[in-house]
């Protein structure tokens, strides 16, 4: 199965989930949006209300904040994938609940490992506590590193969640500025990879 199909078939798996009653209250699942073949990875904390409407993340003002920030570093909604924590909306915008990421995060899993993107951004603190559970935003945001997660390899780069940039000038600044960098952290990871010496073999 190619990974189009393969990321069809977890959206409809997500359709049919009741593991948490998130289901009950939410007009739409969000399963995640974008390229199959994306080489960077979003990842957000639950749909609002215009996701819920849609079925398509980050469509409301964090959205477009979103957006004018990727069209900045040349990029468009269709060279990234885009999913959350949660893929069910929580009634008010209330924050995840623990048995609700719980019950969720197999199909993030999924995704990740059908696209296998070179790089995952989190935005927002929920994101990143998913990956690194006891790290603070202030401090870890804007910094790439490796991390080993069940069993997958991946590269984290934590940044301000979008919705926080709106209300707030200096987080704003900051989700800018750490923005503006990831091309080069990209680069990078191509240099790192390049570089790195061949595996040894083993002789016995
Ligand atoms: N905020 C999120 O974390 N995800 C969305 O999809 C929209 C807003």
Known sequence: M??????????EEIKQCKKCSLYKTATNPVPGAGNPDAEIFFIGEAPGYYEDQSGIPFVGRAGKLLDSALLEIGLKRSDIFIGNILKH???NNRDPEPNEIKACSPFLYRQLMIIKPKIVVTLGRFAMNFFLPSAFISKTHGKS????WFG???????????AAALRNGKVLEDFRKDFSRLPEV??????????APPKQETLF
């Open 2 to 11: 190619d990974k189009k199909s393969e990321l069809l078939k977890v959206a």
């Open 89 to 91: 909306r929580p009634p």
């Open 145 to 148: 590193q490796h991390i080993s």
């Open 152 to 162: 997958m390899d991946i590269v984290l780069f934590p940044m301000y969640h979008p």
């Open 186 to 195: 990209i680069k990078g990871l191509d240099r790192e990879k390049k570089e």
